[in-house]
């Protein structure tokens, strides 16, 4: 009985497993043309009224982002946030430096931002130029985000 328990809840977390990645993906292919799509439905606005266009973008960013954060939810993380608090600042401009090692640090940290009004329609990110060949890569041009090359240690020479 035992083994047919442990076999149970084996496919049973199988079958989460499938239906998270199968989730993702989905929210990928749907999420990210959406966004692209109006973003080029919009581009004449951004060229004759460029504060009208960057607050829908900055909307739509919040958004797509917000199923991106989705990712976390669903994953059953909760998340924490210690330190001072910033509703004091949150208008102003500000420099966050977070030193996230992967890419599966970008839904915690979206996660973290979503929950503060006007942060992510506000938020550049600064990040390697080869991500701008993702499938995220649009939405980052689009966004303008900063894109930089990065140089190996050993390749720089004194």
């Known amino acids: ?47 004759y009224q460029p504060q009208v266009y960057w607050r829908i973008e900055g909307l739509f960013f919040h958004w797509l982002l917000a199923m991106v954060s989705m990712w976390t939810w669903s994953a059953g993380y909760d998340i924490i946030e210690q330190g001072d608090d910033i509703q004091k600042i949150i208008s102003e401009k500000t420099l966050v430096i977070a030193n996230h090692q992967s890419t599966g640090d970008v839904p915690i940290l979206m996660t973290t931002f979503n929950a503060k009004p006007n942060v992510l329609p506000n938020l550049m990110w600064i990040m390697d130029r080869v991500f701008k060949f993702t499938n995220f890569g649009i939405v980052s041009v689009l966004h303008q985000d900063f894109f930089i090359s990065s140089v190996s240690a050993n390749k720089v020479s004194l």
């Open 1 to 47: 009985m035992h083994i047919l328990c442990r076999i149970i809840n084996n496919i049973v977390t199988l079958l989460k497993c499938v239906a998270r990645t199968a989730f993702v993906i989905l929210n990928n292919v749907y999420c990210i043309p959406t966004y692209v799509v109006w973003m080029m439905l919009l581009f004449p606005v951004k060229i």
